[in-house]
């Protein structure tokens, strides 16, 4: 069972700046897909960002060209660089591992994220 531990939320004014980490208990290097999900008080979990191996990466259309996420198979950690934060980014922020394509999902315990003034 694999864990996975955030960390790097915080109060960040609007406008600001946050990067999230994610460290996984085993190597990553050949795992499928990673992924930040969030999920906002009353709102569903949605998917922020994700790279699968190989290094493509996708991005929710709400945080284009704001938020990047990358990976150190190094340091078994993905990164979600959170840049021009709004307040709509208030939220719990997950981390998400899938081994295999079609596999069970791991999750994190979550950070909180909040952007206010």
């Known amino acids: 069972q694999v864990q996975l531990v955030e960390s790097g939320g915080g109060l960040v004014q609007p406008g600001g700046s946050l990067r999230l980490s994610c460290a996984a208990s085993?190597?990553?290097?050949?795992?499928?897909?990673m992924a930040w999900y969030r999920q906002a008080p009353g709102k569903e979990r949605e998917v922020v960002a994700q790279i699968i191996s190989g290094g493509n990466t996708m991005v929710a259309d709400s945080v284009k060209g704001r938020f990047t996420i990358s990976r150190d198979n190094a340091k078994n950690t993905v990164y979600l660089q959170m840049n021009s934060l709004k307040p709509e980014d208030t939220a719990v922020y997950y981390c998400?591992?899938?081994?295999?394509?079609?596999?069970?999902?791991?999750w994190g315990q979550g950070t909180q994220v909040t952007v206010a003034s």
């Open positions: 085993r190597s990553i290097s050949n795992i499928y897909a």
């Open positions: 998400n591992l899938r081994a295999v394509p079609g596999g069970s999902s791991h």
